[in-house]
T-cell receptor, first 118, second 114 residues
Framework: DTGVSQDPRHKITKRGQNVTFRCDPISEHNRLYWYRQTLGQGPEFLTYFQNEAQLEKSRLLSDRFSAERPKGSFSTLEIQRTEQGDSAMYLC????????????????FGQGTRLTVV | DQQVKQNSPSLSVQEGRISILNCDYTNSMFDYFLWYKKYPAEGPTFLISISSIKDKNEDGRFTVFLNKSAKHLSLHIVPSQPGDSAVYFCAASEEAGGSEKLVFGKGTKLTVNP
């Protein structure tokens, strides 16, 4: 399977615990995004990377959230001291940005990690 | 402040008929528009897109229309099939090609009845 892969698919955690999610993008894609989706809403942008550089962070990404993409391949999203309001589907997506006049690709999404904070 | 709005939470159509899903946006900097389809427990799947320099893009049964002056786009599915039943999200990007961060609407749940 050469699509975007996310692990785990589901995570139940107690309030106050730390959680970490992993995303493996499509191998040739240089951009990687994290989104969050809550019930009845569309995905909301959290942050994105071009290669290993984190280029933008949404104000939705509080200090308890941190994302990394250390080698420009897979990425991790960590939430510290989880709160019930963090319960959501966390979606990862990747795309190819050529910047050379060639067509870029649209964002391809993984299946998401559903987080439940109890 | 919702920059992308899908004002119809749900739509029900008969198999074989046309489905029309609507989307409005407020940010005039948006340069590229996309439609994604989402089944339960899965991530969104790209369906079709359109650049702001065009007013129509067609791919098989799916056509997207863009009216820049009205800041409105629509997705037409004809003929509709039961397998099209899903939540459809309209998304917009300020960067040509759609590889920039996306701003999504809340989605419209389409049900196609046999």
């Amino acid at each position: 399977d050469t699509g975007v892969s996310q692990d785990p698919r589901h995570k139940i955690t107690k309030r106050g615990q730390n959680v970490t999610f992993r995303c493996d993008p499509i191998s040739e894609h240089n951009r990687l995004y994290w989104y969050r989706q809550t019930l009845g809403q569309g995905p909301e942008f959290l942050t994105y990377f071009q290669n290993e550089a984190q280029l933008e962070k949404s104000r939705l990404l509080s200090d308890r959230f941190s994302a990394e993409r250390p080698k420009g391949s897979f990425s991790t999203l960590e939430i510290q001291r989880t709160e019930q309001g963090d319960s959501a589907m966390y979606l990862c997506a990747s795309s190819l940005r050529t910047g050379k006049g060639l067509p870029d690709t649209e964002a391809f999404f993984g299946q998401g990690t559903r987080l439940t904070v109890v | 402040d919702q920059q992308v709005k899908q004002n119809s939470p749900s739509l029900s159509v008969q198999e074989g008929r046309i489905s029309i899903l609507n989307c409005d946006y407020t940010n005039s900097m948006f340069d590229y528009f996309l439609w994604y389809k989402k089944y339960p427990a899965e991530g969104p799947t790209f369906l079709i897109s359109i650049s702001s320099i065009k007013d129509k893009n067609e791919d098989g049964r799916f056509t997207v229309f863009l009216n820049k002056s009205a800041k409105h786009l629509s997705l037409h599915i004809v003929p509709s099939q039961p397998g099209d039943s899903a939540v459809y999200f309209c998304a917009a990007s300020e960067e040509a090609g759609g590889s920039e961060k996306l701003v999504f609407g809340k989605g419209t749940k389409l049900t196609v009845n046999p």
